[in-house]
């Protein structure tokens, strides 16, 4: 098999109006775009911003319908040509539980209300949480609540829940369910990469995250069996992270 040898280049010499700096956006991309949303730099933005790989240009799509407020550190998924936008900080200490998808064919917002699940309630508005696409349904893991009634007074509880949300196709959603998965889950985190796999089937890995410290831990989720792991692990680890990012080129 050919030995990645990753390099990096920066870009320079991109056009149009270029995002100002930020944290806790997230970013997707659709073809050859690469689609920006949210983000904070003193307060929470709440503009999108798509550049074009292609062309080295960036723009700033008109949106219309239900445009979300600002969120930062929010889940996001890319499926086709629709995006998914789920919780996230909309203010200081206020923290949400809303959907929205965006159809980037005609940047269009909409807000969907998905059905609760049968066996539960719905997810807890949170932020640092994962939201990872496989097939035709969306996994949440994990996040940050606030227990607290004052956004000014935080009370930080970690999350470890798991709940997966059944997408229509083209458009819209069907609705939330708690799987019900075996094996020991990952304690509670936020801030942590979750990223999928689909070498001898569907696998979900969630790495490291913050949990009043860093966490530097893999755990595995079968999605066929349910069945959470935490597989024994050779070579140099990195070092305990949260807020990183991570992403799978082929089976690495």
């Known amino acids: 098999p050919a030995v990645l040898e990753p390099r990096w280049k920066r ?12 944290h806790g956006h997230r970013a997707v991309a659709i073809k050859e775009l690469m689609v920006v949303f949210g983000g904070g730099n003193e307060g929470i933005v709440d ?3 798509v550049y074009n790989t292609a062309t080295n240009q960036w723009f700033i799509p008109a949106v219309r319908g239900d445009i979300p407020p600002g969120c930062a550190a929010y889940g996001f998924v890319c499926d086709g040509t629709r995006l998914l936008v789920f919780g996230g900080m909309v203010e200081y200490g206020k923290y949400s539980n809303d959907l929205y998808e965006l159809q980037a064919s005609r940047w269009e917002w909409k807000r969907l209300k998905a ?5 539960g309630p ?3 508005p949170r932020l640092g949480h994962s939201f990872s696409l496989i097939g035709s349904s969306c996994y949440l893991f994990g996040g940050l609540a ?3 009634e004052d956004p000014k007074n935080n009370i930080p509880r970690y999350l470890n829940d798991l709940y997966c949300l059944e997408l229509r196709p083209g458009s819209s959603v069907v609705g939330w369910e708690i799987p019900p998965t075996s094996g020991q889950p990952p304690p509670p985190r936020e801030s942590h990469t979750a990223v999928v796999t689909s070498t001898r089937g569907a696998r979900l890995i969630i790495y490291g995250g913050m949990s009043g410290c860093r966490l530097g831990d893999l755990w595995v989720l079968d999605i066929d069996s349910l069945i959470w792991s935490k597989p024994a692990l050779s070579g140099t680890a990195p070092l305990p992270r949260s807020l990183h990012s991570a992403t799978t080129i082929k089976n690495k």
């Open 47 to 49: 503009e999108l911003h």
């Open 11 to 22: 870009v320079l010499g991109s056009t149009g109006p270029v995002p100002r700096p930020r």
């Open 146 to 148: 606030n227990d607290s």
């Open 122 to 124: 719905p997810p807890c």
């Open 115 to 119: 059905k609760p699940p049968k066996n």
